[in-house]
């Protein structure tokens, strides 16, 4: 047992804990996995980044609000979805359309509170904006806009 008081999601920097998958070879992964079940980032705007990037396909196959997208991230075989949808619910309109970076960002802002007990510093957020914006031109991110 880990006696270490941070959530697992904290420790791996990986706030939302995604899963391991041979399939996905996430930049900014750490080199040595020594988490099974979900990946472990050299920083924390790493795991958002990768986070961020599986909402962005999400989006391409048509889950565009929250409650879409935590029933995919969250299913009920795994998670009581409900009381996820519902803790998320406190923080942001759960049937309305994501259109901005922003919305997406405050929805991982919440889903990390609902999977570690933490919300995301500023600084976290405002250094993983910083890494994505470097990457836009190369992501199909359809009509969203920065600001609304």
């Known amino acids: 047992m880990n006696c270490?008081?941070?959530s697992r999601?904290?420790?791996?920097n990986n706030p939302l804990n995604i899963r391991?998958?041979?399939a996905n070879n996430w930049q900014g992964l750490k080199k040595e996995q020594?988490?099974?079940e979900f990946c472990q980032f050299?920083?924390?705007?790493w795991g958002l980044r990768a986070a961020f990037l599986i909402m962005m396909n999400y989006r391409k196959n048509g889950l565009l609000?929250?409650?879409?997208?935590i029933k995919r991230w969250a299913p009920p075989s795994e998670n009581n979805t409900k009381g996820y949808i519902n803790s998320v619910a406190m923080f942001l309109p759960v049937d309305v359309e994501l259109r901005t970076y922003d919305d997406y960002f405050r929805l991982m802002d919440a889903m990390a509170w609902v999977e570690t007990g933490r919300r995301l510093s500023k600084q976290v957020l405002d250094e993983t904006m910083e890494l994505i914006a470097r990457e836009l031109s190369s992501i199909?991110?359809?009509e969203i806009s920065e600001k609304a």
């Open 4 to 6: 270490n008081k941070e």
């Open 9 to 12: 999601g904290i420790r791996n």
């Open 20 to 22: 391991q998958n041979p």
């Open 34 to 36: 020594t988490d099974k």
């Open 42 to 45: 050299k920083a924390m705007k």
């Open 65 to 69: 609000t929250a409650r879409q997208i």
């Open 140 to 142: 199909a991110v359809d």
